[in-house]
């Protein structure tokens, strides 16, 4: 069943004599097919069907230090609200010009909110989320119920629930939106409306009643026995996700498994109804390498994104190493090859569309030195 | 949590004061995005986030008696071989110009194979299948495994397995080949490799062996426990999607529930280890209606192709009627509304990328009529 | 992890000094553990957790030459109607005396219906199956649906669906009923309702609705996207049944993959909306071995019961050998070994309660010389 | 399809002439059918058929204050050790007598283990658990695992999972094991293997390994993405569990939906890995009542225990009222009607067979006034 197949033959090194001839006929037929609005295989499969992924969509470090200034310049020049919707500036893909895609599936941006102001309520098909790197002071009101935003949280906001956020303070704060909107855009799917200018309700309390409810662990409200398609948590806070990789590291120190690999701990965010991704096209993880571990290079079909949460390190993409601190972004594009390094105690934040690339059965991956 | 909201009302309309005013610092700001490869949301928002889905593609109809001319002259005019692999030429949407994509998920083609011809063996993560509106004479070699094409057959290549075609007949034969080649390509997830040039069995069975072990109504070879991701049935016979038509037809007649709607019988091709779809990112069915039908219009997420098998009607597509004869392709993208009408009896094959849609809870539909 | 045991060593064999003394203080304890209404594991853990399943259900089989004169004898003396329901006739397990149980979850019996007569119709909770080793001229309607029963027919009543029977010829006629009734009755499960003294509807067609919904390979009514928790199909007709295990041995035959084991044939009756079991508690399978075949001696968790349905051959039961001839039965209780041997071609039904063992992941196989 | 039948009427309650007269043929027939193994339905069905489950099994309650002392006794005059295993001593239902079954699928127990103690290791097909009504000091070593028991712990020891327990402190302690023993029994499914006879690691954490790496809400390991059986979290302590309810008791103050109806908070515990049961057979709650709170009665399918942890209140089974105190122990058979009554604060454990019930599809519940 195993055909005798160069793997490393492209199409375009094939003899290809299909449709090759410049006859009058030939030029014919093409200029029908087009006025028919037809366009023919042969012409095209190299570019459509490639050996393995060939995104245009580029590997990319976006710095911290650039990043936070040109949002602080956005707080003074541009006011937030109704219409603009949120004071967002997306990381866009050198490889994507146009739009503010970070990668084919996944719109990344840093939002920030000044001194008292509110990013007014709506709700979209795209599924959202925050993850806060820096700073206090803003709650999200999610479905009318308040969410604290605090250094480390990973916070929800899944398709079709109502949002907005708000300051409350004196500060200004910062953080890093994902969402699905490049697919939701290309595949034409999303849905928007809008809400209250206002949030709907502007307390400010320690805990989300969604945490309250669900927050507690291996235990399931009786009231809530329905399984739902996003996690009905709205807060991961960073106490417990620093815990867990604490703890999987002094397991490794007593001999025993509980690490991905040697030096480096990781946990995923799950919906605690299924044990499965926090949304249904948006994976989040966080990873801690201790000094010194370098992680194997690999590839995986479907592309991520990066933050850096604390420490220092580098990231080596396809062969060109980069240098990365506190709250610098990379983007992994699919079938890119990645792997990091820790010059210190290293924390990185990591969401991605691998639900996508699972549920369609389209993952694969590749560790360098494995056959493929 | 329901907020005032006018569902009418679109991002363009609101008083969007966001990054409006044209003041030099607002100007360096917008040029210092553009350098650090940053998009701010306010300027695009109406564009990325439209209030329903707002698809580039349009509305299509193609139609087959000009269609199967232009194939007929490729026949003649294009070898068929190694490189551009297959003599298909695809349904390109005129709202989705350069790229041979019927909408941004579905490739739909119609393919041509002239007198004992062969196209050559390949094996590609794209899904793909064969719908066979007239003709015969060519077996498809799935895996080894060779599979008789007539008339009315729906036939399956699932991702990754090898296939090739040839014709062992003195006619030639066009069918229509779906695959999910636009999604591949925009998420960048395809591999592919070449296979033998020749089929690698040349024999011209009735049945394919996959036929034989899968064939059997409600009974699952002990062999075959294990669930596959797609159907292990190679074929799908028009004998037995025309006996399940007729027979909800005639069940409908004695007053017992078997049709979708009165006068519409309908079946779903499904994966026999699961029940659902016969591939990740492909659903397909089967559409009698009898002569005087209409069907409500409908919108749905996510988009779909339609053929004639067989009989004469009309499409309305978003307000606009198109009539239709044998063999006629039409598309219909993501939340454009929809609705059939039977001048005669009328049996429609359709595809569509709803399991996209399902398995990332992107799915939505509106009847006409009922509140949104 | 893996501590130093011996795996043939019994409770009873270690020197358990647990409450073994006759001080009149212990038998005190003991009496005052009996009014408080308390047992102490120490004296029964032997009996309650044997080192692997140590069943009270024996191996046994019963012969059809004795079942159906039998059968024949209550036909005349025994009239059939409401109240007794049913004139069915229950293999009971030699070594469960008192109750009318073949396995501790599985009842088998022996149903006459003489010329014209009719089982009125009730439902239970009770999953119940009929297989017909000969014979034709019944129809059982289950929810207002006539269901012909023929010679090699599987044909369902699942759990709180109605169902009575009628004989409309001037034939009695017999056949295999199979339910969960032990394990319904043990566990305290079972509703009952009675419903209408005569069938619901006597007409005697060829195909049920069920089948002409439901009986197309690969095929699904758009009416029937639902999964339900049993199968939709009434009958399991024999002509696909014994199609299906002929090319399975054809094509062994071509030397291709399709057999459980060389010379042994096997199909399992599934629910077509989930490609699992038939119903929650039964599972249902069809072998045929080729004359000569012999199957390697297994074990397994859960009780089954086999139906020669044509042919000659042996079964080794806990290495006692037993000649098999047309319409024997014999039952396998839990961890008993058995094997098959074939005289002559040899087909064989089969049931058993696999789903409660792997549903409730019980599930384990031994097989003969493979390491436990 | 809805028959005219009385659902009040009984089986033997309607005029039943199947084999009721005394001929002496009928009489030989009866005899042939005993020699035969064979027993007709028609003399068993109002027994084995009931019109609603009808168990032997008798609602029970036992007293804590009586249950202690002996269980005290027990561990002066009984030694623990390998053979008996373990000094555990099982409530009987009153309507099950002679074997050690609190109800036809579940057993339970109080173990106590006297100063310095130990229970020697082994592993059973069985599923256990342990809950701790009061008390400190013993370690369950659950695969090498140590895992503390305090007050209000719920502890797993999944099937075929190694455990042994060992008490090092100069105090006694007892707690209550919870095991589908009955069931296991019954349909023969279990297997026994004797491990270490001290326990494999006599550490004395306070947290379990499998609680540092499972322990965090919301939170999955990298190094665990695979799905269990049974939970993988070796305790549920009683801070988390005790917080749950707290909030959900606030969340009601605040007029949110929080629980399962007015003063009546509950959680299940749950495995992490899919959300739902912590092992395949055996459901475990914990529920709280405020003071004064009344639940509707109600009756279920499947069995279970409660026990109360705190509190002083009423059950009423099937009409007979019962006063409860700390550690009381009650069993609700199938479909035995019960009401809790909280005279103060009640806070009340329980387990089920309900996932048996669920994934048979044998599960019905009635709430009184309701339509059956």
Known sequence: MTPETDQAVEHGTVVNEMGQDDSPELAGLYEDFESAHLIPLWTQIDDLMPMHPRPKAVPHVWRWSALYPLAQRAGDLVPV?????????????????????????????????????????????????????????????????????????????????FHGHHNETDQPMAWIDGLDIPFSHYADVGFFEFGSDRVTDDATPNFSRSERLWGHPGLRPLSGLQ????????????EHTDAALTEQLLLEDEGRPATVEQGHAAVRYVNPTTGGDVMPTIRAEFHRLRAGTATPARREVGSCVFQVFEGRGHVVLEGTEHSLDKGDLFVVPSWVSWSLRAETPFDLFRFSDAPIMERLHFNRTHLEGAPQ
């Open 227 to 238: 399984n739902t398609v996003s996690s009905p948590i709205g807060a991961y806070r960073w």
């Open 81 to 161: 609200g109704r219409g603009g919707e949120r004071r967002a500036i997306a990381l866009a893909n050198p490889g994507l010009p146009g739009r503010a895609y970070t990668t084919p599936t996944l719109w990344t941006a840093i939002q920030y909110l000044g001194p008292k102001e509110t990013a007014p309520e709506h709700r979209h098909s795209q599924n959202a989320f925050r993850f806060v790197v820096e700073g206090e002071g803003v709650w999200t009101v999610v479905d009318g119920d308040p969410v604290r935003m605090s250094r480390g949280d990973f916070l929800l906001t899944p398709g079709w629930h």
